[in-house]
């Protein structure tokens, strides 16, 4: 027969403890202000100093879910690496022990002061109210746990409750419930807590008690496989990775549960300090060994979870350790580094153009990293610019600033346009106006030409040579009249027919139609960058390979372009005739009138 008098006695502090734990993660998280997330992103270089940051977060906000929520956020954020990720997540089951360990340690009776200080000080404490929610959910986390102790008092040699708790506690069955507890409360601390205070009252003892532990450590990879399912590839990654990280260290001891228990008895203490440090050494034994094989453990991860999606992070490729003294050095690494926001751009109109052709949502995600990191390099080379503008600079570097300055906008605003050609589609595929294979074919046709002419203008950027200047005249005319052939034929169906629907492509034609306008100021920017400044390029600039797409629509970048005529008119395309364009006389050929 089910005993219901001390599971009423129990439900009541067990949701109070649910509720303060809860909500103690995410005040302390949202008084931090996005401090943890910093730290956990600029402090992971290593595997190590990853875990005990992990670990040290954990502890303080009291929830592994909510650190590895966080850490996987991060990855689909690309502020860290899905291998930095990893010493951040075996950490954490290291941090959640100290739950546990302030329970056996009976730090519970500081439960019923905490609330009022919290309370007080989230009133009255002027310029630290904000600690006090933290303070009063942390109170309200230990009350929560006294409560239910008191709660269980009356009952601990009641024979039917023990006999009760005995049958469930075999090995296999207490691991399941402890998984399916974790699973439902969302919260390991939860699981532990409540197990260190029924081997508090004397209704568990210690190899009754570790089952539920390992079953609490698998049951908290759930939040995180939850929360990962719709980010991309590396994000699941991580998330995989915790579970193979707590699936794998309840196997790896089970072999070896005798000795264990042994051990934790021989270190000894109360039943539930002892309790405590099951939870405590188990999880320091299986983070050093996946720390030891931490490389291992990645390459496993991304077998099981396999994929090409390349990992965009938010970094530059040449500023990350700043500038050099030397001068000119310092504007080599911004020159190198304003080609790579161009690589990156490029990726970006790629991308978008995949996206139109799968619509597939991680191909879209992939539109929305690179647009994050397109600013985001605009605004690191315009910092590096602005340190090195406070330097004594000759004439000519101060020119050289300008223009490197401008080209840097001009990229950003550039890739802000491949966002927008991404978006479009995303709107269409949503509202189920997707695109007809003939128009993704005719899309494509006309993006290829922008195509070449981003890859032509990145073949020495942020210089450019005179033969290549003529290419990219060349190719802009051709782009000029194969738009305005669109436009006109999109006008006719639209006014013929009444073909709303195809009308929506005009938008697209004037995306593509502004894009490559910017392609042709920052070629003009190039030309006098090139001719005012006149410095030699570096060895080390050269044209990069593209990021992998899944199904990009151009060539490939290390073909070399076609050879264009270098007067203004393409093969097949009649300028005066075909597009009804005039074009002014003088060094620009591409002066529309």
Same mark, same amino acid.
């Given at each position: ?8 006695? +129990? ?8 509720? $303060?734990?809860?909500?103690?993660? !995410? ?63 075996? $950490? ?25 200080? =919290? ?21 309200? #986390? ?35 419930? $402890? ?13 532990? =807590?409540?197990?260190? +205070? ?52 309840v196997l790896m001891i089970l072999p070896f549960l005798g000795p264990f228990t042994e051990l934790v008895m021989a270190i000894g203490g109360t039943e539930a300090q002892m309790v405590a440090n099951a939870h405590l050494l188990f999880n320091l034994i ?99 610019? !602005? ?68 890859? =032509? ?15 990219? !005249? ?14 006109? !034929? ?44 006149? #410095? ?18 151009? =060539? ?13 008119? +393409? ?23």
């Amino acid at each position: 027969m089910v005993p219901w008098e001390p599971i009423f006695a +129990v439900v009541p502090g067990l949701i109070l403890f649910f509720y $303060g734990i809860e909500n103690f993660s !995410r005040e302390l998280l949202s008084a931090a202000k996005g401090s943890f997330s910093i730290i956990l992103g600029k402090m992971t270089s290593r595997p190590i100093l990853g875990a005990l940051i992990g670990a040290v977060v954990t502890a303080l906000v009291q929830s592994s879910a909510a650190t590895t929520i966080v850490t996987i956020g991060l990855v689909n954020a690309g502020t860290i690496s899905f291998g930095q990720s990893l010493g951040i997540i075996i $950490g954490s089951n290291v941090g959640t022990t100290i739950t546990a360990q302030l329970v056996a340690f009976k730090m519970t009776a500081f439960g019923a002061v905490l609330i009022p200080v =919290g309370f007080l000080v989230g009133a009255y404490g002027g310029r630290y109210k904000i600690l006090g929610k933290p303070l009063f959910y942390f109170g309200l #986390v230990f009350f929560s746990l006294n409560l239910i102790s008191t709660s269980l008092a009356p009952f601990q040699s009641d024979p039917e409750i023990i006999g009760f708790i005995t049958e469930f506690s075999a090995l296999p069955l207490a691991i399941l419930i $402890g998984f399916l507890f974790t699973a439902m409360v969302q919260s390991s601390a939860v699981t532990t =807590g409540l197990t260190v +205070v029924l081997a508090q009252q004397g209704l568990l003892t210690l190899p009754q008690a570790i089952p539920f532990l390992l079953g609490a450590n698998i049951g908290s990879t759930t939040t995180a496989l939850l929360a990962s399912s719709r980010m991309g590839l590396h994000s699941k990654r991580a998330a995989v990775a915790h579970f193979i990280f707590n699936f794998g260290g309840v196997l790896m001891i089970l072999p070896f549960l005798g000795p264990f228990t042994e051990l934790v008895m021989a270190i000894g203490g109360t039943e539930a300090q002892m309790v405590a440090n099951a939870h405590l050494l188990f999880n320091l034994i299986t983070a050093s060994v996946f720390l030891l094989g931490i490389k291992q453990f990645g390459r496993l991860v991304e077998r099981v979870v396999p994929g090409n999606e390349p990992e965009v992070l938010m970094r530059t490729r040449y500023l990350e350790d700043g500038l050099p003294e030397d001068t000119r050095a310092g504007f080599e690494l911004i020159q190198m580094e304003l080609k790579h926001a161009h690589e990156v751009t490029l990726n970006l109109f790629r991308a978008a153009m995949t996206y139109l052709a799968t619509g597939r949502d991680a191909d879209y995600l992939m539109v929305e990293r690179l647009k994050n990191l397109n600013g985001y390099l605009d605004r690191r080379i315009e910092q590096a610019l !602005r340190s090195i503008s406070t330097r004594p600079l000759s004439d000519r570097e101060a020119t050289e600033v300008v223009y490197l300055v401008r080209m840097s906008n001009e990229i950003g605003r550039l890739g802000y346009l491949g966002a927008d050609l991404g978006e479009f589609f995303r709107r269409s595929i949503e509202n189920g106006n997707g695109a007809s294979a003939a128009q993704i074919k005719e899309v494509e046709s006309i993006y290829r030409i922008l195509d070449a002419n981003i890859v =032509g203008l990145g073949h020495i950027f942020p210089r450019i040579q005179e033969t290549t200047v003529a290419e990219l !005249r060349a190719r802009d005319i051709e782009l000029q009249c194969v738009v305005n052939e669109h436009y006109r !034929r999109q006008l006719a169906s639209l006014k013929q027919e009444g073909d709303f629907g195809n009308s929506r492509y005009i938008e697209v034609l004037s995306i593509i139609e502004a894009a490559n306008a910017k392609v042709r100021d920052l070629r003009k920017l190039a030309e006098r960058y090139s001719t005012e400044v006149g #410095v030699t390029p570096p060895a080390s600039i050269g044209v990069d390979d593209p990021l992998p797409l899944t199904q990009p629509v151009a =060539g490939d970048d290390k073909q070399g372009l076609p050879d264009l005529p270098v007067e203004g008119r +393409v093969p097949g395309v009649h300028v005066e005739d075909g597009c009804g364009l005039e074009f002014s006389g003088g060094r620009d050929h591409d002066q529309v009138r």
